[in-house]
C-alpha cells in the first residue's frame, strides 16, 4: 500500500494538461487493490457464456450478446447509468455496453474501454475477456467506495472489435462533435494477461522512436502516470506504438489523447525481453492468440493481477486530480496587447501575424483554416485569402508576435497551453517553423518538411513552473525560410493554468 500511495502522489505531480497536483486530502484517494479472485471470476463467468455457446463470444453470436447483458447487469446493480448501444456489421447486430459512474464534470470526461468481443475460433478470455474483466472489476471497486472523481467517468466494452474496431468507430462517429470534445482523454486495454507477458504501455510520446509515431497530445501524460504504477511495484515496461490495432484508433483519429497497457499477442518474445521479463524467448507472448485455446487456462494471474491494479491507479489518479486554475488566458476575441514584429529584426514580407477572423484557403488540402478553436477570431499569417493559396502567405522569412507580460505566481507548478497549426506545400523544408518562446526560451517548436502538411487545429503544452515568480512574455514565431514555399500557421487560445 505505501509504495502504490507514493506512485498515486507522483503521478498527481506530473505537469500535464490531463493530471493536476492535488491537495494534501487527495492522500485519502489511494488507488485500490482490486481483487485478482474478482477479476477471474468474470473471466470464469465469459468462459461459461463462450462454452454454451458454440465456443465462442463473437459478433452477431449469441454468446456475444450473453456477455453484454452479463457486464451490462453487474454495473446497473452498482448504481451505473448503462446503455445497450446497437449497431449494425455484416447484416448482424453489435451492442456495445457503456456505463455511466454519476457525478464529475459533465465536460471533462475521462473514458476507460476494452473490446468484449472474441474471435469466431475460440472464447476469447485473454482477447480480450481480460481487458474486459479487469475494467468491469475497476468500475465495481469505483462504486464499493463511492468514488467522488473530480472527471466524469465513463466505462465502455466494444463490439465487433475483431471485425475492424467497428463498435468503437460506430460510438465514436455518431457522438455530435460537441460531446465528443467534452471526452478529453481514453485509456484502453486489450490482452493484459497474455501467458508468455510482456509489459508494454502506448508509447504516447513516441519515445521508442520508430513505428507510427506520439499520440495526441496529453497522451504522453497518460503513459506517465500507468508507468508511475510499474515504477513503483518495479517492473519494467517498453513502449507500444499506436498502430490502429485496437480500440483506441476511432479516439485518436479524432484528436482525443489516449493510453493504455498491453501484455502481448501473437508477437515473438526476444532473449532481450525474456531477460527484462521472465517467460520463453523464441515464444509468441499469447500462443493461442485467435484460437481455440484461449480459455481460462491461458491466463497468466501475475501480469493479470499487476494490470488490473495499473488501471485501478490510472482511474483514481487521473479522475480525482485537481481541476487546474487558469493564471491567465487568451482566445483573441478581443484586444489584449500582443506586439507584431517586437524586436523590429522580422523579414516576413507578407503574412505577418495579424488577429482576426480567418478566411479558409486551400492548396492540395488546407492550408489557412477558416476556423477557429473558440469564438470567430484567431491569431493567424495573414488572415486573407486572396485570388491564390499563396497570395497572403508567410514570404521572406520569419513573423512573430508577443504576448503582454504576464506576471506568474511563485511556488506554482504551471503550464503553458495553446490551440495551433503549421501548414505548407510540398516544397517547404525544415528551415521553415512554427515557434514558442517564453522570455527567449524556446518551449515547443514544430519544423517544416519537404512534404505537403495540411492545416489541422492541434494541442501544444509546456512546462512553465521554471518561470514561477517571474513576468514573462509568449513569443509566437513562423517562417518560411525555404524559398517560395507555401507556408501557413494560427494559434487560438492560449492560456496559463497552475
Known amino acids: 500500500m505505501k509504495a502504490r500511495l507514493l506512485a498515486a502522489l507522483a503521478a498527481l505531480s506530473l505537469v500535464a494538461p490531463l493530471v493536476h497536483a492535488a491537495p494534501a486530502s487527495a492522500v485519502r484517494l489511494a488507488p485500490p487493490n482490486i481483487s485478482l479472485a474478482n477479476v477471474k471470476a468474470h473471466l470464469t463467468q465469459f468462459q461459461t457464456i463462450a462454452t454454451s455457446n458454440g465456443g465462442n463470444r463473437a459478433h ?7 456477455s453484454a447483458n452479463y457486464v451490462k447487469a453487474q454495473l446497473d446493480a452498482a448504481g451505473f447509468q448503462t446503455v445497450l448501444q446497437s449497431f449494425t456489421y455484416n447484416g448482424l447486430t453489435g451492442y456495445n455496453v457503456l456505463a455511466d459512474w454519476p457525478g464529475g464534470n459533465p465536460d471533462d470526461i475521462l473514458m476507460v474501454g476494452a473490446h468484449l468481443d472474441s474471435v469466431t475460433a475460440g472464447p476469447g478470455i485473454n ?33 465487433a472489435e475483431e471485425l475492424g474496431l467497428r463498435g468503437s468507430q460506430h460510438y465514436v462517429t455518431n457522438l455530435a462533435a460537441t460531446e465528443r470534445a467534452k471526452i478529453k482523454a481514453y485509456l484502453n486495454f486489450d490482452m493484459v494477461g497474455s501467458p508468455n507477458a510482456g509489459y508494454f504501455l502506448y508509447d504516447g510520446d513516441n519515445s521508442d522512436g520508430v513505428g507510427a509515431g506520439p499520440g495526441p497530445a496529453g497522451s504522453a501524460q497518460l503513459e506517465q502516470v500507468l508507468q508511475s504504477y510499474f515504477t513503483s511495484i518495479g517492473v519494467p515496461t517498453r513502449g507500444t ?17 489516449a493510453g493504455g497497457t498491453f501484455t502481448g499477442a501473437e508477437g515473438i518474445k526476444s532473449s532481450a525481453q525474456a531477460q527484462l521479463w521472465g517467460g520463453t524467448a523464441g515464444q509468441a507472448f499469447d500462443v493461442c492468440y485467435h484460437r481455440a485455446c484461449d480459455t481460462t487456462s491461458n491466463i497468466n494471474d501475475t501480469a493479470l493481477d499487476r494490470n488490473a491494479d495499473a488501471i485501478a491507479h490510472a482511474v483514481w489518479t487521473i479522475s480525482t486530480a485537481t481541476p487546474p486554475v487558469t493564471v491567465w488566458s487568451d482566445d483573441f476575441e478581443a484586444a489584449t496587447g500582443w506586439t507584431v514584429n517586437p524586436s523590429g529584426t ?12 480567418p478566411a479558409a484557403t486551400t492548396s492540395s ?17 495573414g488572415r486573407l485569402a486572396g485570388a491564390a493559396a499563396g497570395d497572403h502567405d508567410i514570404d521572406g522569412g520569419v513573423t512573430s508576435v508577443q504576448s503582454p507580460p504576464i506576471s506568474l505566481p511563485s511556488g506554482a507548478t504551471l503550464t503553458l497551453s495553446l490551440s495551433w497549426y503549421l501548414a505548407h506545400g510540398s ?72
Open 60 to 66: 452477431g453470436r449469441p454468446g456475444y450478446l450473453a
Open 427 to 498: 516544397n517547404a523544408s525544415s528551415t521553415d517553423f512554427f515557434r514558442v518562446k517564453v522570455n527567449g526560451t524556446t518551449v515547443f517548436q514544430q519544423l517544416g518538411a519537404a512534404s505537403d502538411r495540411d492545416g489541422a487545429w492541434a494541442t501544444a503544452s509546456a512546462n512553465l513552473s521554471s518561470f514561477a515568480g517571474q513576468t514573462v512574455t509568449i513569443l509566437i514565431e513562423a517562417a518560411d525560410a525555404s524559398g517560395a514555399s507555401l507556408v501557413e500557421a494560427g494559434v487560438d487560445d492560449v492560456k496559463i493554468t497552475r
Open 365 to 381: 488540402g488546407a492550408k489557412q483554416l477558416g476556423t477557429t478553436v473558440s469564438g470567430v477570431n484567431d491569431l493567424v499569417t
Open 241 to 257: 506504438d499506436f498502430d490502429g490495432r485496437s480500440d483506441y484508433g476511432p479516439f485518436i483519429s479524432r484528436g482525443i489523447a
Open 346 to 357: 522580422d523579414t516576413a514580407t507578407t503574412g505577418q501575424w495579424e488577429r482576426g477572423d
Open 127 to 159: 482477447d480480450n475477456g481480460s481487458g474486459s474483466a479487469a475494467i468491469l472489476e475497476t468500475a465495481l471497486e469505483v462504486s464499493r467506495q463511492a468514488l467522488q472523481p473530480t472527471k466524469h467517468l465513463r466505462f465502455a466494452w466494444w463490439g
